[in-house]
Nanobody, 128 residues
Framework: QEQLVESGGGLVQAGDSLRLSCAAP????????????MGWFRQAPGKEREFVAG????????TYAESVKGRFTISRDNTKNMVYLQMNSLKPEDTAVYYC?????????????????WGQGTQVTVSS
């Protein structure tokens, strides 16, 4: 099936930065990528998938979880069919598997059921 592809995760110390990337390959994504909002979610062991950040399809509006405001920045490049998550001032609480998703239905960015396409996830581990 068609999937998004995340990269950029790793092991860092508290206060460090990472930039995650999400690629949308294939003909289907090529023709539809710019038509949908994109989002980043994360899931820590024993916890539910949690919304991190979202970005609209063309207006450039962004939405962030309260826990990452001021530290994370989501962006996208529709020419390259890419979405990014710049993470600064990382904390141990940010440790999780990070997933990107394509929001194909209208509603809240926070609802993972509105995302039809996902990546496999990339691990981010932040040590104290």
């Amino acid at each position: 099936q068609e999937q998004l592809v995340e990269s950029g995760g790793g092991l860092v110390q508290a206060g460090d930065s990472l930039r995650l990337s999400c690629a949308a390959p294939g003909s289907t994504f090529s023709s539809t990528f710019s038509s949908f909002a994109m989002g980043w979610f994360r899931q820590a062991p024993g916890k539910e998938r949690e919304f991190v950040a979202g970005i609209s399809r063309s207006r450039g509006s962004t939405t962030y979880a309260e826990s990452v405001k001021g530290r994370f920045t989501i962006s996208r490049d529709n020419t390259k069919n890419m979405v990014y998550l710049q993470m600064n001032s990382l904390k141990p609480e940010d440790t999780a598997v990070y997933y990107c998703g394509m929001m194909t239905r209208a509603g809240s960015y926070y609802d993972p059921q509105l995302y039809d396409y996902w990546g496999q996830g990339t691990q981010v581990t932040v040590s104290s």
